[in-house]
């Protein structure tokens, strides 16, 4: 079934300058960018994209991480695409994701682990309307 889902490339990894060879990876693996931009975000604003993490105890370095320098968000499509990008991003820790995942290629910590996929078809429709409008993916 032609799905879709929202995908971050994250701060460290735009740092880096690896934001093309994500962008490659993705592309390989079959996915249709559907929407793309370049943008900064607050703090307040990355609290609001993980609100759901609030609790936990990495919630303020996170979100600081993800305000922390320019990012990539994106809408995905392709069969299957939320199972198959988070196969395609790898475990969250690099230190356990699999070889020739994208967190295994470019991701240097837990936190600071390159690009974020979303995890769910009701987290993919609340974070693709956090950061697109809906003529963006017309
Ligand atoms: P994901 O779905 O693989 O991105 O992982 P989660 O939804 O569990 O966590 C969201 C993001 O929070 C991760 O991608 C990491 O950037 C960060 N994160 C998750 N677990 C930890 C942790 O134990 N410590 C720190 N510092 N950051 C974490």
Do not use: C, W
Not at 22 to 47: C, M, Y
Not at 98 to 123: W, Y
């Amino acid at each position: 079934m032609l799905q879709r889902t929202f995908s971050i490339i994250k701060p460290d990894a735009f740092r880096k300058r690896y934001a093309g060879a994500i962008l490659a990876e993705i592309e390989k693996a079959g996915f249709k960018i559907v929407a793309i931009k370049r943008l900064s975000i607050s703090k307040t604003q990355a609290e609001g994209f993980y609100y759901v993490h609030k609790d936990r105890p990495f919630f303020p370095s996170l979100t600081t991480f993800m305000s922390s320098g320019p990012i990539i968000p994106m809408v995905l499509e392709k069969d299957n695409a939320i199972a198959d990008l988070r196969k395609l991003m790898g475990a969250t820790n690099p230190a356990n994701a699999e070889e020739g995942t994208i967190r295994r290629k470019f991701a240097a910590s837990i936190e600071e682990n390159a690009i974020h996929g979303s995890d769910a078809e009701d987290t993919a429709k609340f974070e693709i309307g956090y950061f697109f409008a809906g003529y963006e993916l017309a």
